[in-house]
């Protein structure tokens, strides 16, 4: 690598432009502020999900705290009752009642009635299933106007003996007992009483004296009824509790509706109102369906709410405790938002300092760059001006365009060619130099080259000033991105009209010779007269609608008409004879087209006729003859010829007979796809005689021979 070339690269890194530099710097400042509020926003999280886990773990002491009262409480009512069952003396009067059939209602009802109504009212009393009675003391086998109290009841739901204030059997506490199994102890749901207070009832089975605890065994039901309010709802007070918003709940699912079975702090009483279980992000609601979760949620009013929750097993409550988010994140939030402004006073001033160093440092490298540029200012000059010195000597015109066809770079040729001056044509579009015709072929070009990321070479006509259209062969070399050059692409164009005036000299050369050989064949063969020159004609029509190569498609006509060439080694008697050939004629006729072939094998076409003449009796299916060629291994000119030898053959008239029909020659060859023919040349031929105006064009094919031939 030249010492240049290293300056340069240097030079390029050091010389970085001002703009450049503050554009980085601006990026380098955004990111260390965007890093800055990110780490500073991931603190925040951070502490705010290390408070939810010490809220969660706060709420789930008081919430078990809690839970764990309540299942007491429920346990020692049943414990309560649990004792009466148990007891000795009330299995064996219920057992002797049972089997003597008494009735507790009779009037001759035994006097053991009263000591089970004296034991109903002690538990009762001692346990708090009491309530004040409306109306006289009566009997104990009589139903009083109360709404709690304890009772015996036999199996038929009839009370057997009762204490006095238990209530009738009837509504809630009827439906408790008829939806009681037997030998199953029982809790109800929560219920509104005859005076609107909340209730609950317990049913405890009773055995007989020394029997299994089975269902089978059972006498009745110790069944006790208590107004909830004074034992269950101080319960779910948190000794020492502190915060403000903090409430404990007992909430249902009935249906689609959440029910409070406690006071809510709002001042609705039990039971008085309820939700819509699916009120979007209800914590009432979404502590039933997650039980033992935690979250932040929306209470009854609409306040976000940290909530738990915990579900019983005795009974269909969910246990519900919650603390509003605001009180509970209060001092956390305030924390935060401390350091959130002490983190960015910090961002701030650790800004201000390396905005100022790098102020510091880019005052420092200012001088320094500005030397360096105007050196480099002038190497660039200097290596422009020579690498003008050296295209200029060029005679071929060489440019540079970008992607978007303007002009980067060219020489003194180029510059001539486009009669304007140098500092007219810089970044000018092709098509304002060139008008928008050739403008627009040049920049597809480009855009086709930079698209395949590969030389392309063309061959065109362009007409520039007065001097006639030219012809050129163009060069289109893909220049990859620099960082000071966007992509583009590399234009050589090299002047080669008088190669094509020769070439075309020499094509026409040919052709006046091929020609005579044509017009010689057909003065021995006065019965194919023409058919030569029309295979060629039919064979580069066939070739043009295939789109091949211009060397393919007069490869094709030269061979079509070439192909009887080998005919001048056969007698003309034989040609002109009438009637039916021997197979020995018939073999000679067929082989003058490899004669053909070996007359023409020493000559230097541009394409293969060698090849296309002696292929040319080679059937697609690898049926013909001589080497028993098939499919893509027969030339695609010899493919083509010998579709349009057909062809002419079938369409023209001849002395002794009227030429076919284009249709049916068509059908012919169809019928022949794949088997004698390539299907693909037949499918051209129908195209171009149906699309083309063929049909037109060789309409005089099938006109009737004179007697020199037409």
């Given at each position: 690598?030249?010492?240049?070339t290293k300056?340069?690269k240097?030079?390029?890194?050091?010389?970085?432009s001002?703009?450049?530099?503050?554009a980085?710097t601006g990026?380098?400042?955004?990111?260390f502020?965007?890093?800055?509020?990110f780490?500073?926003?991931q603190f925040?999280?951070?502490?705010?999900?290390?408070e939810?886990?010490?809220w969660?773990?706060?709420?789930s002491?008081?919430?078990d705290?809690r839970?764990?009262?309540?299942?007491?409480?429920?346990?020692?009512q049943?414990?309560?009752?649990?004792g009466i069952?148990?007891?000795?003396?009330?299995q064996?009067y219920?057992?002797?009642?049972?089997?003597s059939?008494?009735?507790?209602?009779?009037?001759?009802?035994?006097?053991?009635?009263g000591?089970?109504?004296?034991l109903?009212?002690v538990?009762?009393?001692r346990?708090?299933?009491?309530s004040?009675i409306?109306?006289?003391?009566?009997?104990?086998?009589?139903?009083?106007a109360g709404?709690?109290?304890?009772a015996?009841?036999?199996?038929?739901?009839?009370?057997?003996?009762?204490?006095s204030g238990f209530?009738?059997l009837?509504g809630?506490?009827?439906?408790f007992l008829?939806q009681?199994?037997?030998?199953?102890?029982s809790v109800s749901?929560?219920?509104i009483?005859e005076r609107g207070?909340?209730?609950?009832a317990?049913?405890?089975p009773?055995?007989a004296?020394?029997?299994d605890?089975s269902a089978?065994?059972?006498?009745g039901?110790?069944?006790g009824v208590?107004e909830?309010?004074?034992?269950?709802?101080?319960l779910?007070?948190?000794?020492?509790?502190?915060?403000?918003?903090?409430?404990?709940?007992?909430v249902?699912q009935?249906?689609?509706?959440?029910?409070?079975?406690?006071?809510?702090?709002?001042g609705?009483?039990?039971?008085?109102?309820?939700?819509?279980?699916d009120?979007?992000?209800?914590?009432?609601?979404w502590?039933v369906?997650?039980?033992g979760?935690?979250?932040?949620?929306t209470d009854?009013?609409?306040?976000?709410?940290?909530?738990?929750?915990?579900?019983?097993n005795?009974v269909?409550?969910?246990?519900?405790?919650?603390?509003?988010?605001?009180?509970?994140?209060?001092?956390s939030e305030d924390r935060?938002q401390l350091?959130?402004?002490?983190?960015?006073?910090?961002i701030?001033?650790?800004?201000?300092?390396?905005?100022?160093?790098?102020?510091?440092?880019?005052s420092?490298?200012?001088?320094?760059?500005?030397?360096?540029?105007?050196?480099l200012a002038?190497r660039f000059?200097g290596q422009?001006n020579?690498m003008?010195t050296?295209?200029?000597s060029q005679?071929?015109?060489?440019?540079i365009?970008d992607?978007n066809g303007?002009?980067?770079?060219?020489?003194?040729?180029?510059?001539?060619?486009s009669?304007?001056?140098r500092?007219?044509?810089f970044?000018?579009?092709v098509?304002?130099?060139?008008g928008?015709?050739?403008g627009?072929r040049?920049h597809a070009w480009?855009k086709?080259?930079?698209?395949?990321n590969?030389?392309l070479t063309?061959?065109h006509?362009?007409?520039?000033?007065?001097?006639?259209p030219?012809?050129?062969?163009?060069?289109?070399?893909p220049?990859?991105a620099r960082?000071?050059?966007?992509?583009?692409?590399l234009?050589?164009?090299?002047?080669?009209?008088?190669?094509?005036l020769e070439?075309e000299k020499?094509e026409?050369?040919m052709?006046?010779l091929?020609g005579t050989?044509?017009?010689?064949?057909?003065?021995?063969?006065?019965?194919?007269?023409?058919h030569?020159?029309?295979?060629?004609e039919?064979?580069?029509?066939?070739?043009q609608e295939?789109?091949a190569?211009?060397?393919m498609m007069?490869t094709a006509?030269i061979?079509?008409s070439?192909?009887?060439?080998?005919?001048i080694?056969?007698?003309?008697?034989?040609?002109?004879?009438?009637?039916?050939l021997t197979?020995?004629?018939?073999?000679?006729?067929q082989?003058?087209?490899?004669?053909?072939?070996?007359?023409?094998?020493k000559?230097?076409?541009?394409g293969?006729?060698?090849?296309?003449?002696?292929?040319l009796?080679e059937?697609?299916?690898?049926?013909?003859?001589?080497?028993?060629?098939?499919g893509?291994?027969?030339?695609?000119?010899?493919?083509?010829?010998?579709?349009?030898n057909?062809?002419?053959?079938?369409?023209?008239?001849?002395?002794?007979?009227?030429?076919?029909?284009v249709d049916?020659?068509?059908d012919?060859l169809?019928a022949?796809?794949?088997?004698?023919?390539d299907?693909a040349v037949?499918?051209a031929?129908a195209n171009?005689?149906d699309?083309?105006g063929?049909?037109?064009?060789w309409?005089?094919?099938?006109e009737?021979?004179?007697?020199t031939?037409?």
């Amino acid at each position: 690598m030249s010492s240049t070339t290293k300056d340069e690269k240097k030079s390029g890194k050091a010389g970085m432009s001002a703009g450049l530099k503050m554009a980085l710097t601006g990026v380098g400042v955004a990111i260390f502020i965007a890093v800055g509020i990110f780490l500073m926003m991931q603190f925040a999280a951070s502490e705010r999900d290390r408070e939810m886990r010490q809220w969660q773990s706060r709420m789930s002491i008081v919430i078990d705290s809690r839970y764990t009262d309540i299942n007491r409480w429920i346990d020692r009512q049943l414990a309560d009752l649990r004792g009466i069952a148990d007891n000795a003396s009330v299995q064996l009067y219920l057992t002797v009642f049972h089997e003597s059939g008494t009735s507790a209602s009779a009037d001759d009802a035994p006097p053991e009635l009263g000591y089970l109504g004296n034991l109903l009212e002690v538990v009762g009393e001692r346990a708090g299933f009491k309530s004040e009675i409306q109306g006289p003391q009566v009997n104990a086998n009589v139903q009083k106007a109360g709404v709690a109290g304890l009772a015996l009841i036999d199996m038929d739901n009839f009370i057997i003996v009762s204490s006095s204030g238990f209530p009738p059997l009837q509504g809630p506490v009827r439906a408790f007992l008829e939806q009681a199994e037997r030998g199953v102890t029982s809790v109800s749901d929560v219920f509104i009483n005859e005076r609107g207070n909340s209730a609950m009832a317990f049913l405890v089975p009773v055995y007989a004296v020394q029997a299994d605890e089975s269902a089978e065994s059972q006498l009745g039901y110790v069944v006790g009824v208590k107004e909830i309010a004074e034992e269950l709802y101080p319960l779910l007070e948190q000794p020492g509790a502190t915060e403000d918003t903090a409430e404990t709940m007992i909430v249902r699912q009935n249906g689609n509706k959440i029910e409070y079975l406690t006071p809510r702090a709002d001042g609705t009483a039990p039971l008085q109102k309820s939700l819509a279980a699916d009120t979007p992000n209800l914590a009432s609601a979404w502590a039933v369906r997650t039980v033992g979760g935690f979250a932040t949620v929306t209470d009854y009013v609409g306040n976000e709410v940290l909530a738990i929750s915990r579900a019983f097993n005795q009974v269909p409550w969910t246990l519900v405790y919650k603390v509003d988010t605001a009180e509970a994140l209060k001092e956390s939030e305030d924390r935060l938002q401390l350091l959130m402004i002490v983190f960015g006073v910090i961002i701030i001033l650790v800004l201000i300092g390396m905005l100022a160093l790098w102020y510091y440092g880019t005052s420092q490298r200012a001088t320094e760059a500005a030397a360096k540029f105007e050196e480099l200012a002038n190497r660039f000059q200097g290596q422009r001006n020579f690498m003008h010195t050296v295209t200029d000597s060029q005679p071929n015109s060489i440019v540079i365009l970008d992607e978007n066809g303007h002009y980067r770079w060219f020489n003194k040729t180029a510059l001539q060619l486009s009669r304007m001056d140098r500092s007219d044509m810089f970044d000018k579009h092709v098509s304002a130099i060139l008008g928008p015709v050739e403008g627009k072929r040049i920049h597809a070009w480009v855009k086709e080259a930079l698209a395949k990321n590969e030389r392309l070479t063309v061959t065109h006509e362009m007409e520039l000033g007065n001097d006639g259209p030219k012809v050129y062969r163009t060069d289109f070399q893909p220049l990859p991105a620099r960082e000071d050059f966007p992509p583009g692409v590399l234009m050589v164009s090299q002047d080669i009209t008088e190669s094509v005036l020769e070439r075309e000299k020499r094509e026409t050369v040919m052709r006046q010779l091929v020609g005579t050989l044509v017009s010689v064949v057909d003065r021995r063969d006065p019965f194919s007269a023409n058919h030569s020159v029309r295979v060629g004609e039919v064979s580069r029509a066939v070739a043009q609608e295939m789109q091949a190569e211009r060397v393919m498609m007069e490869t094709a006509a030269i061979a079509g008409s070439l192909m009887n060439l080998g005919k001048i080694t056969v007698p003309e008697e034989l040609l002109t004879k009438q009637g039916k050939l021997t197979d020995e004629e018939v073999r000679m006729i067929q082989e003058s087209v490899l004669t053909s072939a070996e007359l023409v094998s020493k000559i230097d076409f541009d394409g293969p006729v060698y090849d296309t003449l002696r292929h040319l009796q080679e059937h697609y299916d690898g049926t013909g003859t001589p080497d028993g060629l098939a499919g893509k291994d027969i030339v695609v000119t010899a493919r083509i010829a010998a579709v349009a030898n057909a062809f002419v053959g079938m369409v023209s008239a001849r002395a002794w007979r009227s030429g076919m029909s284009v249709d049916k020659a068509l059908d012919i060859l169809l019928a022949d796809g794949n088997k004698k023919y390539d299907r693909a040349v037949v499918v051209a031929l129908a195209n171009y005689l149906d699309n083309r105006g063929g049909r037109e064009e060789w309409a005089s094919y099938g006109e009737a021979p004179t007697e020199t031939g037409a």
